[in-house]
């Protein structure tokens, strides 16, 4: 997709960006994240009045998303998505490349000089178990085989 054309149209300020691969156009209104089975839809829902009850819109906040092999990537929460359950909250995570998807929130950390300086000594732990585990396998090839000898 990062070689193809976006088709995207800015409506009362707001860019609304064609999905090809689901099918809807997608927007951000009021600080959250939004899709519609058509453009037609999509502006239809940018001009309905905002509910007086509706909270404050959704800051987008700075993050770090760390996967289950432990893959550290930066980017952004850009809103609350709804989850598969009660219990598991999801956000929307737009990386720095670009890529958005949605998240387990237990998955995304604060982009703080504090989470940063645990990254970087995790990665260096990791680069050194990686050199160990390395050093054990070339010891153990080190192993003489068996040398086994058939009864004549």
């Known amino acids: 997709m990062a070689n193809q054309k976006q088709l995207s ?28 089975e058509s453009l037609a839809k999509a502006k239809e829902a940018i001009d309905k009045p905002v509910p007086a009850d509706k909270a404050k819109p ?16 930066l980017g952004e929460v850009t809103s609350i998505a709804d989850g598969p359950s009660y219990r598991d909250k999801e956000v929307w995570f737009l990386s720095s490349k670009g890529d958005r998807s949605k998240k387990s929130a237990s998955d995304i950390y604060a982009d703080s000089s504090a989470n940063m300086q645990l990254v970087a000594e995790s990665q260096a732990l990791y680069k050194e178990a990686d050199a160990l585990r390395k050093k054990a396998e070339s010891t153990l090839k080190k192993m003489q085989h068996l040398k086994i000898v058939e009864p004549e």
């Open 9 to 36: 149209v800015t409506y009362e300020d707001i860019e609304i960006v064609y999905d090809e691969s689901e099918n809807v156009w997608r927007f951000t209104l009021r600080g959250r994240e939004r899709s519609a």
């Open 58 to 73: 959704f800051q987008r906040v700075r993050a770090i998303h760390l996967n289950y092999s432990n893959t550290i990537t």
